[in-house]
């Protein structure tokens, strides 16, 4: 899966992510302290889908206000150890090539995927 990590995404993660096959770019490589919308243009130049912990941002690409082309995935795995967020969400992503245009939200039992809001504009 082609992601692009915001900034807030773990070091550890990526690395997994990129051993796990999944072409990664990361925020805090190459675009930190980037506006949220700067982060999104380079996902959607490149195809790629957002990968977050930033509830507003996953918010603003949900409700349109921030046009994301493939998608948004919001973690929501609270304090969990990094070998088990890696797990969670490399497991996830398994079923991740369902998942182009829609706001999906990754939690340690659960997974929930709905469509984006898309505006005339988009």
Known sequence: MRLLADENIPGPLVTALRHGGHDVVW???ELAAAPDVDVVERANAE???VLTFDVLLASQVHQGI???TEGVILLRLPTISQSRLNDVVLSALR????????????SPNRLRVKPLIRHASS
């Open 66 to 68: 921030i046009a994301a």
């Open 47 to 49: 195809r790629r889908f």
């Open 27 to 29: 925020a805090g490589e």
């Open 95 to 106: 079923v991740g090539d369902r998942w182009r245009g829609h706001h999906v939200v990754v």
